[in-house]
């Protein structure tokens, strides 16, 4: 049962243009979310994350979108750059464990 | 000093053996993680450590043990290996609400 789900598994974007990865859970316990960036042979590195008591949080070109109610957060990069093409995973945690559960992943390309 | 290291990096074993994954971090970070990645399933949690000599099951734990007898090491080890063990496995730190870091994972063919 994934409780983290991130239901595009690809998308390609234009160099200055804006992505939108996304990302539903079921859990109604999970209160922090974070996004992770992951380049081929490499281990994931952190990006940006939001808690619980936030809809929104901004950090240079990368802002996160929490909506609770829907139980969506996004993920917008602008503008694109070719070097933000990789693997972006969603996770969440919650605050009677944290262990931390990932979605599947969406493969970023950023077309020259 | 490397933070967060794996070993081995690669390697091959045979079904039915038993093969040991290691993970080494120089933070003292309470939290540490395992997990498999796999096409199409993205990150999936095996097991996760709270401290040491603390440790609960993740989603898909069957098929693997671990051990945390001090806070630096965590240990994950398949006891039988399988073919459907073939994956790439991430050791993590930190998390607890906030950033986790990785490890730069482990590639294990069961042949």
């Known amino acids: 049962d994934q409780q983290v789900k991130q239901n595009s598994p690809s998308l390609s974007v234009q160099e200055g243009r804006i992505s939108i990865l996304n990302c539903d859970y079921t859990?109604?316990?999970?209160?922090?979310f974070l996004w992770y960036k992951k380049y081929p042979a490499e281990g994931p590195t952190f990006l940006i994350s939001?808690?619980?008591?936030?809809d929104k949080n901004e950090d240079g070109r990368f802002t996160v979108f929490l909506n609770k109610s829907a139980k969506h957060l996004s993920l917008h990069i602008v503008p694109s750059q070719p070097g933000d093409s990789a693997v972006y995973f969603c996770?969440?945690?919650?605050?009677?464990?944290?262990?931390?559960?990932f979605g599947a992943g969406t493969r970023l390309t950023v077309k020259p | 000093d490397a933070g967060i290291t794996q070993s081995p990096r690669y390697k091959i074993t045979e079904t039915g053996r038993q093969v040991t994954l290691m993970c080494h971090q120089t933070w003292s970070h309470s939290y540490m993680f395992w997990y498999r990645q796999d096409l199409g399933h993205g990150l999936r949690l095996i097991y996760y450590?709270?401290?040491?000599?603390?440790?609960d099951k993740g989603e898909v734990p069957d098929g693997y043990v671990v051990s945390r007898s001090k806070t630096e090491n965590f240990p994950l080890t398949l006891e039988s290996a399988t073919r459907s063990q073939t994956s790439v496995y991430f050791c993590?730190?930190?998390?607890?609400?906030?950033?986790?870091?990785f490890g730069q994972g482990t590639r294990l063919t069961v042949v």
């Open positions: 993590a730190t930190g998390g607890g609400y906030t950033e986790a870091f």
């Open positions: 859990n109604s316990m999970f209160d922090y």
């Open positions: 996770a969440a945690e919650s605050n009677n464990n944290n262990d931390m559960r």
């Open positions: 939001i808690s619980s008591i936030k």
């Open positions: 450590s709270a401290a040491a000599d603390i440790t």
